[in-house]
């Protein structure tokens, strides 16, 4: 099993497909790892790497995957994991594709590095539609399982990491309006509905970012083909 090391920090990943780079961040909040593709309505592993090097990975402590904790971790911590992968596995540039939590990802990973990331597919994103507290209870049952293993951190450092995460007033956690309408990535931006996934947070990310398209329907049997191939075709005119 690959996995990519760096100090005390280990991160698994895989690969598939040839071609330019295609970084997948799963679904799962801060469970997300390469196993919740298997739950999705298709699989985009499966999908791009006829056509992509995809690489897809476990966040840290998530799956596979393993790090410390501190009261100073936050998406930042996330996005710098991510670029390191990356920098390890010689992609200079590159797509990344990511549902729920990928979505504040990809736009961390827009504002840290624009010039790297070529476009972004954003599959119903997180966002804040006055629902702080199910994130809160998300992240919690998160610390939960994992604390046992976690002695370096205290009951005030598990508070400091989770508001890190969740407590913001930015619509997407790691972007508000003002960030959406500076970013020049292109996105494809497909929709939630869902109590983590609000409808606005989608729809508002692709009426502000500047070089954004929505795909509406994408979820249902019947729309797959169709949003399969705006997929395709989004990554097939953004690929240098």
């Known amino acids: 099993m690959p996995f990519f090391e760096q100090g005390d920090v280990k991160l698994y990943y895989e690969e598939e497909g040839e071609g330019f780079p295609v970084l997948l961040i799963a679904p ?76 504040s990802y990809i736009m961390a990973l827009a504002a840290a590095a624009p010039e790297r990331v070529a476009s972004g597919v954003v599959f119903q994103t997180i966002g804040i539609d006055d ?18 293993a976690h002695p370096e951190i205290n009951a005030a450092g598990w508070e400091q990491f989770k508001r890190n995460m969740y407590d913001t007033d930015k619509y997407l956690f790691t972007a508000d309006e003002a960030d959406t309408r500076a970013c020049p ?6 929709l939630g509905n869902d109590l983590y996934h609000p409808e606005s947070s989608s729809r508002t990310l692709a009426e502000l970012a500047p070089n954004a398209t929505l795909v509406e329907h994408w979820k249902e049997p019947e729309h797959h083909e169709a949003a399969m191939a705006a997929v395709a075709d989004f990554l097939a005119a953004n690929t240098p």
């Open 131 to 148: 629902n702080i507290k199910a994130f809160f209870e998300m992240f919690e049952s998160w610390e939960d399982e994992i604390r046992g």
């Open 28 to 103: 799962g909040g801060m469970r997300s790892s390469v196993g919740f593709w298997e739950r999705t309505p298709w699989n985009p592993i499966e999908h791009l790497s006829p056509h992509y090097r995809v690489i897809a990975m476990d966040q840290r402590n998530a799956g596979r995957s393993t790090a410390p904790v501190s009261p100073t971790d936050g998406w930042e911590t996330f996005t710098n994991d991510q670029l390191a992968l990356m920098d390890h596995l010689g992609a200079d540039r590159f797509h990344v594709a990511g549902m729920c939590i990928g979505g």
């Open 185 to 190: 990535t292109p996105l494809l931006v497909l």
